[in-house]
Each structure stands twice: as structure tokens, then as C-alpha cells.
């Protein structure tokens, strides 16, 4: 039996530290907006290399509250268009329409499923004003042509969802979440630096947004019963953010291991991969795709032999159901939709075994044949 993600395995990688982690906070009678919320803010933010940090609710809440707090600073309005790639979690798309922004889907390049940014400037209207982009699968989204389309709209603000993408790098150097104006993080368990329950964060170098989205995620407040901004609830508790200080410890070599197995994996798999990647660069391998015309049989065969898979995503934002009568989402979008009907993501988490990693070629390589 191979597991697609192994929770349990995961954490007790690190079970010590995280079990003293969780008692602290236990045993302090201090449970939300406390030290270990901030030290976690100051260590997250250096870790990416932003100037601020503010610890919210979930990955949903920071992405939304970044657009919510650019409205709230007069930076954008409602009906403002933000480009999106179409082959993104709903959550992305969600942020936007909860705002009364208006989505723009932008298919991805077919060989590294990201956003295409050639395709970019043809999407471009008067009202376009961010860029929304997501580092899929824990691989980079960012490249010189999408920097230098960024530089002909200074109009566009480049706004990151790096839930899926803690730690990867830019270029080898820079990190994703730190490249634009903001950026949201989920800190879901399945993420690459996931918590025991929902948590999630902004990171930002503008204090301005970054205290505004503070206050929005405080019943939109700064000071104790003084309300200026129509705010929610949305707050990073202090056993999550305890938590999350040590697995932001080991998230470095956590994300090896997680290298080590799609190294193993393009090694065994070669052409059947589709996504070229060398694993010596920055990425993070949240999720390993590969892609097949007949991927429902490679599931039910793996599934067979004791494989865990998934598919990332099944049904596309714009044929969702909650969007049917949104005129942005009645699009053909065939790239998107095809990468529905082909992908599938194989076991893939820091305590997977290279016994198991070989386990799934041996299994894959015998479809083929
Ligand atoms: C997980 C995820 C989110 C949402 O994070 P939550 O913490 O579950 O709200 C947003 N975008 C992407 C790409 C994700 O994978």
C-alpha cells in the first residue's frame, strides 16, 4: 500500500517537538493573538523574505483579504479584472468573485502547466489590475517573460498564491511569495508546511497593506472596540502558529526528500512524464502530475497494486457549477480542460520511502509496456 499523503507519517517526523509544541500552548491559558502567533510571523517572514507577515485563518482568507484590503486602500475597484490561470484550486477564483472582481482565466503552457505568459497581453483590458499567479504543484510560476510583461503594466499588481509552493524559489534565489505585492499562504495539513488544522498567512513588503489586512481580519479594527473597516474573523491560533514554528524548521529538508522522490520519479518514468524538470532547481514538489490519455486506467491499475493517486483538479473553475451563469466563465478553454481529463498526481509527501517511489515506477512502467 503506497499512500498518496501520509499525515500521521509527516508529523511524526518531527512528532517530539510537535507534542512539546502543542503542550506549551496548552499549559499557557493564552490561545489566540499571543507570542507564538508573532514569533511565527517574524520567522515566516524572514524565511520568504518579505518585510511583514500576518498569520490569518486559512489560504482562502489571504488570498481574499489581500484583494479585500486593496480594494478597502482605494487601489482597485469592484468590477476590476484580475488574470488568473483557469487551471487553478476554486480558491483563487473564489477570492476574486467574493471581492466583485471580475476573473480573467488565462490557459496554462501545456508542457510546464503554468499560466502561459504569452498569453497574457492579449488578455489585458483597461480594467485589468492584477495578476494573480499561482505556483501549481509547488513548481515556480514566475519567468522572465511574465517579469517583463509585469514591467510594461506597472497598472497590474502581482499578487501570488504560494499556498501550494512554501519554499520554492525563484531563479534559484528569490522566493515565491515574495516576488509581487502580497502574497497568501494556506498552511492546510496536506501543504508542504502544513499545520494540525486550518492556518494560513499573508506576506507582504507594503506596511500599508499589511496592517490592512490586519485590521480586516480583526472585525476590521486596530484598535479594541474601534471599528473602521467592515472586517471579519480570521485569525492564526497559537497552537497552529506553535506548531508551524517547528515544521518551519525542517521544511527545507522535508521539501529534499520531496525532491529526492520526483527525482526517482522522472528517472523511472522518462517521456510518461510530460513535465520536463531537472529537480535541481527551486521547486517543491507539493504535488507530482503526470499526464495520460488513458489516465482513469492508469488510476484503476495503480489502484489495483495498492496506489494511492489523485487528480488535480477534476472539473476546471469555469464548468463548475457555482459559476454556470458568470458570463467570464462561458470560455473554451481547451488546454485547461484537457489537463482535466489527463492528469493524475502520485504519491507524493516528506516520509515517503524510495521502496515506495520505486514501488509506483515499477507499477507505471509495466502499463506501459
Ligand atoms: C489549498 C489551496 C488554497 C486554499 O487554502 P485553504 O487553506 O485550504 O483555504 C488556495 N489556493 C491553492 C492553489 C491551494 O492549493
Redesign the pocket.
Known amino acids: 500500500m503506497v499512500k498518496f499523503n501520509d499525515l500521521k507519517a509527516v508529523n511524526a517526523l518531527h512528532g517530539e517537538e510537535i507534542t512539546e509544541a502543542v503542550a506549551r500552548v496548552a499549559a499557557s491559558g493564552w490561545y489566540l493573538h499571543g507570542s507564538e502567533t508573532a514569533a511565527f510571523e517574524a520567522e515566516y517572514t524572514d524565511y520568504i523574505g518579505t518585510k511583514h507577515c500576518v498569520g490569518v485563518g ?6 481574499t483579504l489581500i484583494l479585500r484590503a486593496m480594494l478597502e486602500l482605494g487601489r482597485i475597484e469592484p468590477g476590476d479584472e484580475v488574470l488568473v490561470p483557469a487551471n ?2 476554486i ?2 477564483v473564489l477570492a476574486i468573485t467574493e471581492n466583485g472582481l471580475k476573473p480573467v482565466l488565462v490557459e496554462p503552457d501545456p508542457l510546464t502547466l503554468q499560466i502561459d505568459g504569452g498569453r497574457l497581453e492579449a488578455a489585458v483590458t483597461p480594467r485589468t489590475r492584477v495578476l494573480m499567479l ?1 505556483h ?1 504543484y509547488g513548481r515556480c510560476a514566475m519567468t522572465p517573460q511574465i517579469e517583463a510583461f509585469l514591467r510594461e503594466h506597472p497598472e497590474i499588481s502581482l499578487v501570488e ?1 504560494n ?2 509552493a512554501h519554499g520554492c524559489k525563484y531563479q534559484q534565489a528569490r522566493r515565491t511569495g515574495s516576488l509581487g505585492l502580497a502574497a ?1 499562504h ?3 495539513p496536506g ?1 508542504n508546511l502544513g499545520a494540525l488544522g ?3 498567512a499573508v506576506t507582504t513588503d507594503d506596511a500599508e497593506l499589511a496592517d490592512m489586512v490586519r485590521s480586516l481580519g480583526n472585525y476590521g479594527s486596530s484598535r479594541k472596540y474601534v471599528f473602521d473597516h467592515v472586517g471579519r474573523n480570521s485569525r492564526l491560533d497559537e497552537i497552529q502558529a506553535a506548531v508551524l514554528r517547528v515544521k518551519l524548521r525542517h521544511i527545507d529538508a522535508d521539501n529534499a526528500r520531496r525532491a529526492e522522490i520526483a527525482y526517482l520519479y522522472y528517472e523511472g518514468l522518462g517521456g510518461l512524464c510530460g513535465i520536463p524538470d531537472d529537480c535541481a532547481g527551486g521547486n517543491v514538489y ?1 504535488l507530482f502530475p503526470v499526464l495520460s490519455e488513458r489516465r482513469d486506467a492508469l488510476q484503476e491499475q495503480l489502484r489495483k497494486r495498492g496506489v494511492e493517486t489523485m487528480i488535480h483538479y477534476p472539473i476546471p473553475p469555469h464548468l463548475q457549477a457555482c459559476y454556470r451563469s458568470e458570463p467570464w466563465a462561458r470560455v473554451s478553454l481547451p488546454i485547461t480542460e484537457r489537463l482535466a481529463l489527463q492528469e493524475l498526481s502520485l504519491p507524493m509527501h516528506a516520509a515517503m520511502s524510495e521502496e515506495e517511489a520505486c514501488f509506483v515506477v515499477d507499477c507505471l512502467g509495466g502499463l506501459r509496456s
Open positions: 486559512n489560504g482562502l482568507d489571504a488570498l487553478t484550486f480558491a483563487t499561482v501549481l498564491d499556498a501550494q497568501g494556506s498552511f492546510y501543504k486550518d492556518g494560513g507539493h
